[in-house]
Every structure is written in C-alpha cells, then in structure tokens.
C-alpha cells in the first residue's frame, strides 16, 4: 500500500524518516512507482529472523480491539483515581 493509505498521523517528514529507519533496519520494502512508494512488510524475513514475534502483535493488537492510545495515557481512570 502506499504510505498514506497506512492512516499514520504526522507530518510527511516524519512519515519519511520513519519508513526510512524500517526500511534500513530489513522490516520493510518499498517499490516506487511513479510519485508513490509501495510499502510492504518483509514477513517471511522477520519470521525467519524472529520466530512468532509478528503473530504475538497482532494477537496484542487483536485482544485490545485494535485501540491505540498514546504512551502514559489511560482510556479509564484506575479505581484510586476515582475515590480522590
């Protein structure tokens, strides 16, 4: 898919750094067609690389509903913030 299509927020130059340091570091591969790059994960590499790591992800992923929440920030308060 196209880098943004990945529905990344950020800036273009950070999405650019970014996909650069992965593609650098072998996790991902980028074909050029035109004024877009196609990015693809190296699956059958990082499995060889690093057995189980990608289905542990996406289990993760899958058991949090897809939700992403920024580093620190809690979608519920715990129950001692609650009594306060």
């Known amino acids: 898919m196209p880098c943004h299509a990945l529905g990344i927020d950020g800036t273009k130059s950070t999405l650019t750094h970014h996909m650069r340091v992965l593609r650098e570091a072998g996790l991902i591969w980028q074909e050029p ?3 877009t790059k196609f990015t693809s994960l190296r ?26 929440e920024p580093a620190g920030v809690r979608a519920e308060p715990d129950a001692a913030e609650l009594v306060r």
């Open 33 to 35: 067609t035109g004024t």
């Open 43 to 68: 699956r059958a590499d990082i499995d060889a690389r690093f057995p189980g790591l990608l289905d542990a992800v996406l289990r993760t992923d899958e058991a949090d509903g897809g939700r992403r």
